[in-house]
């Protein structure tokens, strides 16, 4: 069963657009909702996360919303360049009660193509 | 450099013949795990380890084994590959939770597998 969903599966914009891509969760024990970015060859790396405490988190072009009692949040890219061009994941994290981790599942990727 | 490595990075073997994967990192993390990613499957975990001699399956661990001898390393075994096991691997570190990046999991560069 897939604890994150994402959605879309793939997304095109122009340069300059605001791509926006939607994660929805159904455990509420989630405590920590990171997004990761992945150029083709590489592993993912952390682009940015958000706590379920805060409704928005802003780290230069990329923004997250966040909707508790809806349980989903997204990213948004504002003034997009080529460069974002990658595939975007989804995740959240749950730290059972004692432990020191908190392990990750992943939404299935959207794969984000900005056109110069 | 802090980082995490793996060994292969490219692969290709046939049915039924053992392998194992390498993976290590230098940031005396304690957690680590693998993945692997299939297109429109996202990163689905196969292991995961919360320390030394501690491991435990994830999602997918039909097929596959691992050992945790070392904290540094964390391999990956198929002791008699299958074709449905070619895929993109990536092993993953993270610290222990207390510190705001204690989620973020940082990944090694992938293992492409081709299993004929």
């Known amino acids: 069963q897939q604890q994150v969903k994402q959605s879309p599966q793939s997304l095109i914009v122009q340069k300059g657009g605001i791509p926006i891509i939607n994660c929805a969760y159904e455990n509420t024990a989630f405590d920590y909702f990171p997004w990761y970015q992945q150029f083709p060859g590489k592993g993912p790396a952390l682009l940015i996360a958000i706590r379920p405490d805060v409704s928005e988190k802003k780290e230069g072009r990329f923004t997250i919303s966040f909707n508790k009692s809806a349980k989903q949040f997204s990213l948004h890219i504002m003034d997009s360049q080529p460069g974002d061009s990658a595939t975007y994941f989804c995740a959240a994290s749950i730290a059972p009660r004692g432990s020191t981790l908190g392990r990750l599942y992943f939404g299935r990727g959207t794969q984000l193509t900005v056109w110069p | 450099e802090a980082q995490v490595t793996q060994n292969p990075r490219y692969l290709i073997t046939v049915t039924g013949k053992k392998l194992t994967v390498t993976c290590s990192q230098n940031m005396n993390h304690e957690y680590m795990s693998w993945y692997r990613q299939d297109p429109g499957l996202g990163l689905r975990q196969i292991y995961y380890s919360m320390n030394v001699e501690v491991t435990d399956k994830g999602d997918v661990p039909e097929g596959y084994k691992v050992s945790r001898k070392e904290k540094r390393n964390f391999p990956l075994i198929l002791e008699s590959p299958s074709p449905n096991q070619t895929s993109l691997y990536f092993c993953?570190?993270?610290?222990?939770?207390?510190?705001?990046?204690?989620?973020?999991?940082?990944f090694g560069p992938g293992t492409r597998l081709t299993v004929l």
């Open positions: 993953a570190s993270n610290p222990p939770r207390g510190g705001s990046s204690y989620n973020e999991q940082f």
